[in-house]
């Protein structure tokens, strides 16, 4: 190798268009890509290159990943969002007023992909009673919800606890995920200026961002969206990505049951008697309906 050379490895910190950033071991590193093939997202372990005579360097290759967060896009297509990703943490707040059914997909999401799931309610002195019950929904499904204030400073403690290796904060706009990102991470504001340093980084408001935390800790800051929705690359994807209903399905008097009409329906039964959330099962309703329509059932 020549002095004019060189060659590492590094994590995406964010994507955008045919270039990313990378944590490499001499620090940040702004990269294009070779070929057209490549698609790395934000998670992504890489190797880079700079070749003598080359303006810069460029990601040759991605490392096998441990798992992939994917969404439908507008034409029912699976995107890619992040690679490599330990928690699903959703964040939540009693302003603007929660969209259950878009934290059921979320959580549907992480369920697929065998991630552990983490909901966090923001905005604790705001007051927290509207979002009591739902919580307790969860809450009686095993999933932890921590209870913060990001602007006052209170459960951030608890919460760091919670996001031993690779956390992906995900949620609707304006639940205040920046704000939990800027008092968990020292070195946000810096990540975010190199992000946004030209032209061509501030379009990454639109893709995932990662923030490292330190002990080998990371933040996955995903945009904040109107809609979400795993796709559905498993058979009977959407009655997997409700536990409750996925172990019931299994005392239906038909195999095939959709939970919908069929007579004999063990779920229905469930939610008939308070055993499953009604809201729930109308959440499990609409993505199968979603799922049968993009398949043109």
């Known amino acids: 190798m020549t002095p004019d050379e060189a060659q590492g490895s590094g994590i995406v910190l964010a994507s955008y268009g045919r270039g990313v950033l990378l944590q490499s071991g001499s620090g940040l590193l702004r990269c294009t890509l070779q070929g057209r093939r490549l698609r790395p997202v934000c998670g992504d372990l890489v190797a880079w290159r700079r070749a003598a005579g080359a303006d810069g360097p460029s990601v040759e290759s991605i490392a096998e990943r441990r798992n992939l967060v994917e969404r439908i896009d507008s034409r029912g297509r699976p995107e890619p969002v992040a690679a490599n990703i330990d928690r699903l943490a959703v964040v939540i707040a009693p302003e603007p007023a929660p969209d259950w059914f878009l934290v059921d997909r979320y959580c549907a999401a992480a369920s697929l992909k065998d991630i552990a799931i983490l909901l966090v309610a923001n905005k604790q002195d ?21 209870e913060v204030a990001c602007q006052a400073a209170q459960g951030l403690g608890e919460l760091r606890a919670q996001l031993a290796g690779v956390t992906m904060l995900v949620g609707q706009s304006g639940v205040g995920k920046s704000s939990l990102v800027n008092a968990l991470c020292p ?3 810096a990540v975010t200026a190199e992000l946004t ?9 639109t ?16 945009p904040g969206v109107r809609d979400f929705a795993p796709p559905a690359h498993l058979v009977r994807a959407a009655e997997r990505g409700f536990a409750e209903i996925h172990a019931l399905s299994h005392d239906c008097r038909f195999n095939d049951c959709r939970h919908f009409g069929e007579p004999g329906c063990a779920v229905r039964a469930a939610v008939g008697d308070a055993r499953i959330s009604e809201r729930r099962y109308e959440s499990y309703r609409r993505l199968t309906r979603l799922y049968e329509e993009l398949r043109g059932d």
């Open 126 to 146: 705001l007051g927290l009673g509207v979002l009591a019950a739902e919580l307790g929904v969860y809450r009686s499904l095993g999933v932890t919800c921590i």
């Open 197 to 205: 340093r030209d032209t061509e980084g501030r379009h990454t408001t």
């Open 207 to 222: 893709t995932a961002r990662w923030y490292a935390l330190g002990d080998g800790d990371a933040i996955v800051d995903a």
């Open 187 to 189: 070195t946000a504001a």
